[in-house]
């Protein structure tokens, strides 16, 4: 390989900081990135990684990656403080499956995004990847306006599903809620998912946050489904 290609190899390469305080999670973890040809650190606690950051704010940190249930600095707090330092770094977040309230708040917080335990290993690579390339753009002004523009071809009642869904409710909740059946809150939501082009609940909440949906829907006067 010639010196000039190793070079543009090098600068390429990621460097994640995987932070969680289960070893065997850290390990397997590290484990993956580095077989993807990323390198990877790893801390048994938000305090410990806020210890080994540099003076200088950590300009090279890399992406961080880190559990959002932890003792002590849980991830919520870790992303507060790294805001405070100025941290740039774009932080993803593991959550518990179907923990999609702790995810709203995460990026709300700060986070590039989130992942749900357990993952798939080529789904966290993809969303290690997007958030590396994400905080290499000028800016996420692009970004939030497609998200925005996709929002909007929602209908009141697609939109209004979402954001009760965005606070952690199941389909039975929502439905009780809007005073609708779950039958129909499983079509509205089908008809969401489909809309804004993604196949899941969890792309859906990150669209919907980059478009700065979210506030709370708890207050709504039920409307006819």
Same mark, same amino acid.
């Given at each position: ?38 390198? !990877? ?10 210890? !080994? ?76 990847? !997007?958030?590396?390339?994400?905080? &290499? ?22 939109? &209004? ?11 039975? &909740?929502?439905?009780?809620? $809007? ?27 990150? $669209? ?18």
């Amino acid at each position: 390989m010639e010196k000039g290609n190793m070079a543009v190899e090098q600068h390429l390469r990621r460097r994640v900081h995987v932070i969680d305080d289960d070893d065997a999670v850290r390990r397997a973890v590290a484990m993956l990135l580095r077989s993807a040809g990323m390198d !990877a650190e790893t801390y048994p606690s938000g305090a410990a990684f806020l210890d !080994a950051l540099p003076v200088s704010g950590c300009a090279d940190t890399g992406c961080i990656l880190t559990d959002v249930r932890m003792p002590g600095l849980d991830g919520l707090e870790l992303l507060r403080r790294l805001k405070a330092l100025g941290v740039q770094a774009p932080v993803v977040i593991m959550t518990a499956h179907g923990d999609i309230a702790t995810a709203v708040q995460a990026m709300k917080a700060g986070a590039a995004d989130f992942v749900e335990k357990p993952f798939d290993d080529s789904a966290l690579l993809d969303t290690i990847e !997007a958030a590396c390339g994400r905080s &290499e753009l000028p800016g996420a002004a692009g970004a939030a306006s497609e998200s925005a523009s996709r929002i909007a071809e929602l209908s009141a009642r697609e939109r &209004e599903v979402l954001e009760l869904l965005m606070t952690g409710k199941q389909n039975k &909740e929502v439905a009780r809620k $809007l005073g609708l059946s779950p039958r129909t809150i499983e079509l509205h939501r089908a008809r969401m998912l489909a809309k804004l082009g993604v196949g899941s609940l969890a792309e859906a909440v990150r $669209l919907a946050v980059q478009a700065g949906l979210g506030s709370p829907a708890e207050d709504r006067t039920p409307e006819a489904g």
